[in-house]
C-alpha cells in the first residue's frame, strides 16, 4: 500500500480519476479513498490546506491502512532564479520555516522531539520520485530543501530569508508536517512538488493561473513511479 496526499482537489482529482476505486471512507471530514492506480494498491486523501489538517490527515493514514510509503504531493512556489513555473521538485529534505522556539535558544525550524530542523526523506523513495521525472519532463527537474509553513508566501524579502536560512528551492504549507508525523512513525516518505509560481509579489496571480496545470504533471509522475516504488516497497521500508 502507498499513501499520496494531496492538500486541495486540484491537487487530487486527476489521481482519482485515473484511480480503479475499491472502497473509501471519511474520517474527521478528510475522505480516504482506497484502490489501484496504475495497478498498484493505494490509499489517495485530500487533507486541505496547512499543517494541521495536513498531520491529522498523516496520522489517521497510517493508523487506518499501513501504508509502506507515504507521498505528499501537489504544487509549490518556487524559490531561486532556477526554479521556473512548471518546474517540479523533489524534496530532499523538508524544514517548518515558521516553527519558532528561538526564544528559549533553539534554532529557528528546530523541532522538538526529533530534535533536528531538517527532516530527510526517504532516498530511495525520492531517487525513483527524480529519475521517472526526468524521463516524464525532459528537464526541469529539482532536487532540494522544501520550506512548509501556514503561510502563502507572496512576498520577496520573506523568499529571500527562506533561501538564506533554509537553502529552500521551494515553499507551501503542508510537506513538513507530513514528513513530521511519517519520521515520528518512522514510515518512508517523498514529497514532489509542481511550481505554480514563484512565491514574490505575482504569486496569487501566477498560482491561479498556472495551480492546475502544474498539479496535472504530478499525476503522470506518479503514474510512472508508483509501478516502480510498489517493486522496491520491501527496500525502501527496510
Keep these: 500500500m502507498i499513501g499520496i496526499i494531496g492538500a486541495m482537489q486540484v ?57 509502506q510509503v507515504v507521498l505528499c504531493e501537489g504544487v509549490a512556489g518556487g524559490i531561486g532564479k532556477d526554479i521556473r513555473i512548471g518546474d517540479v521538485v523533489i524534496a530532499a529534505a523538508l ?18 522531539g526529533l530534535n533536528q530542523i531538517q527532516m530527510k526523506t526517504s532516498e530511495p523513495v525520492s531517487n525513483v520520485l527524480v529519475d521517472c521525472a526526468n524521463k516524464v519532463y525532459h528537464g526541469g527537474v529539482h532536487r532540494g530543501v522544501i520550506a512548509t509553513g501556514d503561510q502563502f508566501i507572496a512576498d520577496k524579502e520573506r523568499l529571500c530569508t527562506l533561501a538564506k536560512q533554509f537553502n529552500a ?37 501566477a498560482y491561479e493561473t498556472f495551480a492546475a496545470s502544474a498539479a496535472h504533471k504530478n499525476t503522470a509522475l506518479l503514474a510512472a513511479a508508483l509501478p516502480i516504488l510498489n517493486e522496491r516497497v520491501s527496500q525502501v521500508a527496510d
Design 95 to 112: 524544514v517548518q520555516h515558521d516553527m519558532d522556539t528561538s526564544a528559549v535558544g533553539d534554532p529557528v525550524g528546530f523541532i522538538s
Design 11 to 67: 491537487e487530487v482529482e486527476q489521481l482519482l480519476a485515473q484511480m480503479k476505486e475499491t472502497n473509501k471512507r471519511t474520517v474527521s471530514g478528510v475522505c480516504y479513498h482506497q484502490g489501484l492506480m496504475a495497478g498498484v494498491p493505494c490509499v489517495v486523501a485530500q487533507c486541505g490546506i496547512g499543517k494541521v489538517a495536513a498531520a491529522v490527515c498523516a496520522q489517521t493514514m497510517l493508523l487506518l491502512y499501513k501504508p
Design 169 to 205: 528551492v521551494a515553499c507551501e504549507m503542508e510537506g513538513g508536517a507530513i514528513a513530521q508525523v511519517c519520521c515520528m512513525a518512522k514510515v518512508p516518505f517523498g514529497v514532489l512538488r509542481s511550481i505554480s509560481d514563484n512565491a514574490d509579489d505575482d504569486a496569487k496571480i
